[in-house]
């Protein structure tokens, strides 16, 4: 049981937007730690997605954004599209800096 | 060019120790402030952190499995080697190595993997 929450699963239509949620607590988000989204296409390693709550690494389409609040992270898919079927992960640190993985949503383009 | 690459055994028995060594090029422990993250994946099932290794020499291991865990550094050869003691059938997973930048200049913080292995499947099994 991961100590970060998301969703098991999301699905949205082509073209259509979609929102993946990542809470944690006090002891991690909610302490100020970044929180950096992957995405793990199918028998692939995963591939950084956001780092540090909101940026984008050259590559990754303006069509993904994310945001941070409180003890909690969003990662947005506007514009969905078949390639973006896949699982993302949302990961952050607790207070004694150890690594956290939330369970990993699997998205799946209607 | 950052690249890394898991290898080691693809099968070991329960109560084994298992070793694996990740290769990587396009970055140095001796020329940045760089960690090495080991991270594992059962089949179908989420991302486990497992250690950290530091270009200081520091480490950091998974709360759960620390007292399994070892990581070590060969600058010279550009490897990290993890070990994990006593395997059983639930270790069984994909075991990634990944890259993180973790000072950029003055500023050091917790930092996104930036770039991954591939992987290596190990199946634990008698």
């Known amino acids: 049981q991961s100590v970060l929450t998301q969703p098991p699963s999301v699905s949205g239509a082509p073209g259509q937007r979609v929102t993946i949620s990542c809470t944690g607590s006090t002891s991690n988000i909610g302490a100020g730690s970044d929180v950096h989204w992957y995405q793990q296409l199918p028998g692939a390693a995963p591939k950084v997605l956001i780092y540090?709550?909101?940026n984008r690494p050259s590559g990754v389409p303006a069509r993904f954004s994310a945001s941070k609040s409180g003890s909690s992270a969003s990662l947005a898919i506007a514009d969905l599209q078949a390639e973006d079927e896949a699982t993302y992960y949302c990961?952050?640190?607790?207070?004694?800096?150890?690594?956290?993985f939330g369970g990993g949503t699997t998205l799946t383009v209607l | 060019q950052i690249t890394l690459k898991e290898s080691g055994p693809a099968l070991v028995k329960p109560t084994e120790t298992l070793t694996l060594t990740c290769t990587f090029s396009g970055f140095s422990f001796t020329t940045g402030a760089v960690g090495v993250a080991w991270v594992r994946q059962p089949p179908g099932k989420a991302l486990e952190w497992l250690a950290f290794v530091y270009w200081n020499d520091q480490n950091r291991f998974s709360p759960s499995l620390r007292s399994r865990l070892a990581v070590t550094r060969d600058t010279s050869k550009n490897q990290v080697v993890l070990t994990m003691t006593n395997m059983g059938p639930m270790d069984t997973g994909t075991y990634f190595c990944?890259?993180?930048?973790?000072?950029?200049?003055?500023?050091?913080?917790?930092?996104?993997?930036?770039?991954w292995g591939q992987g290596t499947l190990v199946t634990v099994s008698s």
């Open positions: 990944a890259y993180e930048l973790h000072c950029n200049g003055p500023i050091c913080a917790e930092n996104s993997l930036d770039k």
């Open positions: 990961q952050s640190y607790d207070t004694f800096l150890n690594v956290l």
């Open positions: 540090t709550n909101t």
